[in-house]
Structures are given as C-alpha cells and as structure tokens.
C-alpha cells in the first residue's frame, strides 16, 4: 500500500517562496511528481523526478522557478517554488508511479493536495 501526504502550501504574495513536501511510506521505490489543479480547471503536470532523482522534467509554465527534488532517506519529495505568480494558485498533488513518466494518467498513487494561494 502506497500513502502520500502533502504539506507546505499556504498563501504568499506575488514574488515570493513556498517549499512544498511529500512523505510517502509503504513501498517508496517509484517515480514522482507534482500536479496542480485550478479552480474549473484540469489537473496538470507540473514536474517529475525518477527513482534515483537523476532525471526530471518541468512544465513550461514553471521553469526557471520551481525546482523538484526528493530525499529517499526520508521517504521525501519536495517542490521548491519561487518567483510565484497568481496563475500558479491551486491545489497541488503528489503522485507516484512504477515508472517514470510525466503524464497525468499513468499516475497511480495521489496525494489528497494541498492549497497554494498566491495574491497580487
């Protein structure tokens, strides 16, 4: 059984910083990313790390500004966002895979989200 838990979301202003985490515990050895969701709109990929973390990939939407990146010895991936802009308001989720991949529907294992609010 595979669990994943966000935290680090919350309200900042435009030009500001959020460190977003995400423990998974039962089987841990799998590809990850992050996915955020605005309001009326579809859930979409935002960035994705492999296994040993030597292979990522980001939206264009965010790179440059946010940085994925996982620590295995604590069971935890994290997203870095800075620069942050009104357009990134939404509930991110984690997910995780047997696999890599950064497509939305070869994801198997959700996070239940967290909020990222960004006012201008």
């Known amino acids: 059984q595979v669990q994943l838990v966000e935290s680090g979301g919350g309200l900042v202003q435009a030009g500001g910083s959020l460190r977003l985490s995400c423990v998974a515990s039962g089987r841990t050895n799998y590809a990850m990313g992050w996915f955020r969701q605005a309001p009326g709109k579809e859930r979409e990929f935002v960035a994705a790390?492999?296994?040993?973390?030597?292979?990522?990939d980001y939206a264009d939407s965010v790179k440059g500004r946010f940085t994925i990146s996982r620590d295995n010895a604590k069971n935890t991936m994290y997203l870095r966002m800075n620069s942050l802009r009104p357009e990134d308001t939404a509930v991110y989720y984690c997910?995780?895979?047997?696999?890599?991949?950064?497509?939305?529907?070869?994801?198997?294992?959700w996070g239940q989200g967290t909020q990222v609010t960004v006012s201008s």
């Open positions: 997910a995780g895979r047997f696999g890599y991949s950064t497509s939305r529907n070869e994801y198997n294992y």
């Open positions: 790390i492999n296994w040993i973390g030597s292979n990522t």
